[in-house]
Protein backbone atom coordinates (compact mmCIF):
# COMPACT_ATOMS: atom_id res chain seq x y z
CA UNK A 1 0.00 0.00 0.00
CA UNK A 2 0.98 3.25 -0.93
CA UNK A 3 -0.22 7.34 -0.10
CA UNK A 4 -1.05 10.26 -1.91
CA UNK A 5 -1.77 13.59 -0.43
CA UNK A 6 -4.78 14.75 -2.56
CA UNK A 7 -7.37 17.39 -2.38
CA UNK A 8 -6.65 17.25 1.53
CA UNK A 9 -7.35 13.61 1.95
CA UNK A 10 -4.26 10.87 1.91
CA UNK A 11 -5.28 8.32 -0.18
CA UNK A 12 -4.44 5.00 0.08
CA UNK A 13 -3.50 3.40 -3.11
CA UNK A 14 -2.11 0.32 -4.77
CA UNK A 15 0.27 0.28 -8.16
CA UNK A 16 1.69 -2.59 -9.64
CA UNK A 17 3.91 -0.10 -11.61
CA UNK A 18 5.73 -1.50 -14.72
CA UNK A 19 5.71 -0.26 -18.27
CA UNK A 20 2.04 -1.36 -19.42
CA UNK A 21 -0.72 1.02 -20.02
CA UNK A 22 -1.96 2.01 -16.92
CA UNK A 23 -5.37 1.26 -15.84
CA UNK A 24 -6.96 2.48 -12.82
CA UNK A 25 -9.89 1.50 -10.94
CA UNK A 26 -12.34 2.65 -8.27
CA UNK A 27 -14.48 0.02 -5.79
CA UNK A 28 -17.74 0.21 -4.84
CA UNK A 29 -19.98 1.27 -2.05
CA UNK A 30 -18.76 -0.47 1.47
CA UNK A 31 -16.11 -2.23 -0.69
CA UNK A 32 -12.39 -1.34 -1.16
CA UNK A 33 -9.19 -1.45 -3.35
CA UNK A 34 -8.93 -5.21 -2.78
CA UNK A 35 -11.83 -6.17 -4.89
CA UNK A 36 -10.06 -5.57 -8.17
CA UNK A 37 -7.42 -8.64 -6.99
CA UNK A 38 -9.02 -10.87 -9.33
CA UNK A 39 -8.55 -8.38 -12.28
CA UNK A 40 -4.88 -7.71 -11.06
CA UNK A 41 -3.97 -10.95 -11.39
CA UNK A 42 -4.72 -10.93 -15.00
CA UNK A 43 -3.90 -7.58 -16.18
CA UNK A 44 -0.42 -7.27 -14.46
CA UNK A 45 1.91 -6.58 -15.82
CA UNK A 46 1.09 -6.42 -19.45
CA UNK A 47 -0.80 -3.21 -17.69
CA UNK A 48 -0.30 -0.87 -14.87
CA UNK A 49 -2.85 -1.69 -12.20
CA UNK A 50 -4.02 1.25 -9.84
CA UNK A 51 -6.23 0.47 -7.61
CA UNK A 52 -7.43 3.44 -4.73
CA UNK A 53 -9.55 3.75 -1.28
CA UNK A 54 -12.05 6.36 -1.67
CA UNK A 55 -12.99 8.83 1.25
CA UNK A 56 -14.61 6.86 3.87
CA UNK A 57 -13.16 3.52 2.80
CA UNK A 58 -10.85 1.02 3.36
CA UNK A 59 -7.29 2.32 4.04
CA UNK A 60 -7.53 5.98 2.70
CA UNK A 61 -7.77 8.92 5.75
CA UNK A 62 -10.80 11.14 5.31
CA UNK A 63 -11.60 13.88 8.10
CA UNK A 64 -15.35 13.29 7.78
CA UNK A 65 -16.46 16.08 5.14
CA UNK A 66 -19.25 16.19 2.51
CA UNK A 67 -18.63 15.11 -0.53
CA UNK A 68 -19.78 14.08 -3.95
CA UNK A 69 -19.21 11.63 -6.52
CA UNK A 70 -17.80 14.96 -8.57
CA UNK A 71 -15.19 15.27 -5.48
CA UNK A 72 -14.26 11.86 -5.54
CA UNK A 73 -13.81 12.17 -9.82
CA UNK A 74 -11.80 15.23 -8.72
CA UNK A 75 -9.28 12.64 -6.54
CA UNK A 76 -9.02 10.24 -8.92
CA UNK A 77 -7.39 13.10 -11.26
CA UNK A 78 -5.69 14.28 -8.35
CA UNK A 79 -3.55 10.90 -7.97
CA UNK A 80 -2.75 10.19 -11.51
CA UNK A 81 -1.33 13.64 -11.10
CA UNK A 82 0.29 12.45 -8.11
CA UNK A 83 1.81 9.65 -9.91
CA UNK A 84 2.45 11.23 -13.10
CA UNK A 85 0.08 9.52 -15.70
CA UNK A 86 -1.21 11.83 -18.10
CA UNK A 87 -4.02 9.56 -19.38
CA UNK A 88 -5.23 6.20 -18.55
CA UNK A 89 -8.43 3.34 -18.83
CA UNK A 90 -10.25 4.62 -15.70
CA UNK A 91 -13.11 2.36 -14.53
CA UNK A 92 -14.93 0.71 -11.41
CA UNK A 93 -17.85 -1.14 -9.95
CA UNK A 94 -21.11 0.39 -8.94
CA UNK A 95 -19.97 3.68 -7.25
CA UNK A 96 -16.80 3.64 -8.94
CA UNK A 97 -18.82 4.16 -12.35
CA UNK A 98 -20.19 6.71 -10.84
CA UNK A 99 -16.94 8.27 -10.53
CA UNK A 100 -15.24 6.92 -13.77
CA UNK A 101 -17.91 8.93 -15.64
CA UNK A 102 -17.42 11.87 -14.12
CA UNK A 103 -13.60 11.74 -14.59
CA UNK A 104 -14.68 11.52 -18.12
CA UNK A 105 -16.20 14.09 -17.91
CA UNK A 106 -14.55 16.88 -15.76
CA UNK A 107 -11.38 15.96 -17.83
CA UNK A 108 -12.07 13.67 -20.84
CA UNK A 109 -8.62 14.40 -22.32
CA UNK A 110 -7.17 11.82 -19.58
CA UNK A 111 -9.49 9.11 -20.34
CA UNK A 112 -8.07 6.44 -22.70
CA UNK A 113 -11.40 4.30 -22.24
CA UNK A 114 -13.86 3.14 -19.73
CA UNK A 115 -14.76 -0.16 -17.67
CA UNK A 116 -18.22 0.26 -16.22
CA UNK A 117 -18.99 -2.70 -13.96
CA UNK A 118 -22.23 -2.84 -12.78
CA UNK A 119 -22.94 0.40 -13.08
CA UNK A 120 -25.43 3.03 -14.47
CA UNK A 121 -25.09 6.84 -15.36
CA UNK A 122 -28.90 7.47 -13.15
CA UNK A 123 -30.13 7.65 -9.50
CA UNK A 124 -31.53 5.32 -6.73
CA UNK A 125 -35.11 4.79 -7.76
CA UNK A 126 -37.47 6.40 -5.56
CA UNK A 127 -38.93 3.80 -4.18
CA UNK A 128 -36.05 2.05 -2.48
CA UNK A 129 -34.00 5.35 -1.26
CA UNK A 130 -35.60 5.64 1.81
CA UNK A 131 -35.07 2.01 2.67
CA UNK A 132 -31.57 2.97 1.90
CA UNK A 133 -31.86 5.93 4.28
CA UNK A 134 -33.16 3.70 7.01
CA UNK A 135 -30.74 1.15 6.48
CA UNK A 136 -27.70 3.32 6.24
CA UNK A 137 -29.17 5.45 9.23
CA UNK A 138 -28.59 2.30 11.84
CA UNK A 139 -25.74 1.65 10.46
CA UNK A 140 -24.03 4.57 11.20
CA UNK A 141 -25.78 5.00 14.92
CA UNK A 142 -24.92 1.73 16.14
CA UNK A 143 -23.45 -0.32 13.19
CA UNK A 144 -24.45 -3.58 10.68
CA UNK A 145 -26.85 -5.69 12.97
CA UNK A 146 -27.19 -9.00 11.74
CA UNK A 147 -30.58 -8.36 9.38
CA UNK A 148 -28.22 -5.29 7.74
CA UNK A 149 -25.22 -7.15 7.27
CA UNK A 150 -27.13 -9.52 6.28
CA UNK A 151 -29.36 -7.57 3.52
CA UNK A 152 -26.20 -5.28 2.02
CA UNK A 153 -24.30 -8.36 1.53
CA UNK A 154 -27.20 -9.52 -0.28
CA UNK A 155 -27.42 -6.68 -2.34
CA UNK A 156 -23.86 -6.51 -3.06
CA UNK A 157 -22.14 -10.08 -2.97
CA UNK A 158 -24.97 -12.33 -3.06
CA UNK A 159 -22.53 -15.51 -2.25
CA UNK A 160 -22.24 -16.46 1.12
CA UNK A 161 -18.64 -16.91 0.89
CA UNK A 162 -17.71 -13.77 -0.05
CA UNK A 163 -20.29 -12.16 2.42
CA UNK A 164 -18.49 -14.67 5.18
CA UNK A 165 -15.69 -12.52 3.85
CA UNK A 166 -16.56 -9.19 3.72
CA UNK A 167 -18.97 -8.56 6.45
CA UNK A 168 -16.48 -9.03 9.23
CA UNK A 169 -14.44 -6.24 7.42
CA UNK A 170 -17.57 -4.05 7.25
CA UNK A 171 -18.22 -4.48 10.82
CA UNK A 172 -14.37 -3.63 12.10
CA UNK A 173 -14.60 0.21 10.74
CA UNK A 174 -16.10 2.73 12.51
CA UNK A 175 -19.45 2.85 11.77
CA UNK A 176 -20.11 6.53 11.79
CA UNK A 177 -17.62 6.41 8.54
CA UNK A 178 -20.38 5.56 6.76
CA UNK A 179 -22.16 8.55 6.95
CA UNK A 180 -20.89 11.06 4.42
CA UNK A 181 -19.91 8.31 1.72
CA UNK A 182 -23.86 6.96 2.03
CA UNK A 183 -25.18 10.55 1.68
CA UNK A 184 -22.71 10.67 -1.51
CA UNK A 185 -24.57 7.46 -2.83
CA UNK A 186 -28.05 8.68 -1.99
CA UNK A 187 -28.11 12.37 -3.06
CA UNK A 188 -25.77 11.87 -6.37
CA UNK A 189 -26.75 13.79 -9.38
CA UNK A 190 -28.64 12.24 -12.43
CA UNK A 191 -25.47 12.50 -15.37
CA UNK A 192 -27.58 10.26 -18.03
CA UNK A 193 -28.18 13.66 -20.10
CA UNK A 194 -25.15 14.05 -20.25
CA UNK A 195 -23.63 10.84 -21.37
CA UNK A 196 -23.55 12.03 -25.15
CA UNK A 197 -20.23 14.14 -23.93
CA UNK A 198 -18.00 11.21 -23.25
CA UNK A 199 -16.47 10.21 -26.21
CA UNK A 200 -14.06 6.98 -24.89
CA UNK A 201 -14.30 4.05 -25.98
CA UNK A 202 -16.41 1.84 -23.29
CA UNK A 203 -17.07 -1.31 -21.70
CA UNK A 204 -19.89 -1.88 -20.20
CA UNK A 205 -20.15 -5.46 -17.80
CA UNK A 206 -23.22 -6.25 -16.31
CA UNK A 207 -24.18 -9.25 -14.14
CA UNK A 208 -27.30 -11.05 -14.79
CA UNK A 209 -28.55 -11.58 -11.38
CA UNK A 210 -26.99 -7.68 -10.36
CA UNK A 211 -30.23 -6.74 -7.91
CA UNK A 212 -29.02 -3.61 -6.88
CA UNK A 213 -28.70 -2.00 -10.17
CA UNK A 214 -30.94 -3.58 -13.01
CA UNK A 215 -29.73 -5.17 -16.72
CA UNK A 216 -31.67 -2.21 -18.09
CA UNK A 217 -30.03 0.32 -16.53
CA UNK A 218 -26.91 -1.47 -18.04
CA UNK A 219 -28.21 -1.30 -21.55
CA UNK A 220 -29.32 2.71 -20.83
CA UNK A 221 -25.57 3.63 -20.05
CA UNK A 222 -24.21 1.62 -22.88
CA UNK A 223 -26.71 3.30 -25.51
CA UNK A 224 -26.42 6.28 -24.51
CA UNK A 225 -22.14 6.16 -24.36
CA UNK A 226 -21.64 7.19 -27.89
CA UNK A 227 -18.92 4.51 -27.94
CA UNK A 228 -20.30 1.83 -25.46
CA UNK A 229 -21.41 -0.74 -27.66
CA UNK A 230 -23.06 -3.64 -26.30
CA UNK A 231 -23.85 -4.79 -23.12
CA UNK A 232 -21.30 -7.40 -21.93
CA UNK A 233 -24.08 -9.81 -19.95
CA UNK A 234 -22.05 -12.39 -17.16
CA UNK A 235 -24.19 -15.08 -16.45
CA UNK A 236 -25.76 -15.17 -12.49
CA UNK A 237 -23.45 -12.24 -12.31
CA UNK A 238 -24.14 -9.97 -9.09
CA UNK A 239 -23.51 -6.77 -7.94
CA UNK A 240 -20.04 -7.66 -7.94
CA UNK A 241 -19.74 -9.55 -10.81
CA UNK A 242 -15.92 -9.02 -10.96
CA UNK A 243 -15.68 -11.25 -7.65
CA UNK A 244 -18.40 -13.83 -8.02
CA UNK A 245 -17.53 -14.98 -11.78
CA UNK A 246 -14.29 -12.91 -12.83
CA UNK A 247 -13.49 -15.30 -15.41
CA UNK A 248 -15.79 -13.70 -17.96
CA UNK A 249 -15.55 -9.89 -16.98
CA UNK A 250 -11.51 -10.78 -17.01
CA UNK A 251 -12.02 -12.11 -20.44
CA UNK A 252 -14.43 -9.01 -21.25
CA UNK A 253 -11.80 -6.30 -20.00
CA UNK A 254 -8.86 -8.14 -21.51
CA UNK A 255 -10.75 -7.63 -25.13
CA UNK A 256 -11.36 -4.42 -24.59
CA UNK A 257 -8.24 -3.30 -23.56
CA UNK A 258 -6.76 -5.20 -26.30
CA UNK A 259 -8.70 -3.14 -28.45
CA UNK A 260 -7.99 0.18 -27.94
CA UNK A 261 -6.17 2.46 -30.05
CA UNK A 262 -2.32 2.91 -28.87
Not at 85 to 103: E, H, K, N, P, T
Not at 107 to 129: C, K, S, W
Not at 223 to 246: F, I, K, Q
Request: glycine residues 12%.
Amino acid sequence: MERASVHGVDVAYDDSGGDGPPVVLAHGFLMDRSMFAPQAEVLVPGYRVITWDSRGHGDTDYDGRLFSYWDLAADCIGLMDHLGIDRAVVGGMSQGGFVSLRVALLDPARVRGLILLDTQAGVEDPEVVPLYQAMLDEWVTTGPSDEIADAVGGLILGDPALRAAWVPRWRARPHESLAMPGRALIARDDITDRLGEIEAPALVVHGTADVSITMDKAVDLAAGLPRGGDVVAVEDGTHAANLTHPGPVNEAVLDFLAGLPA
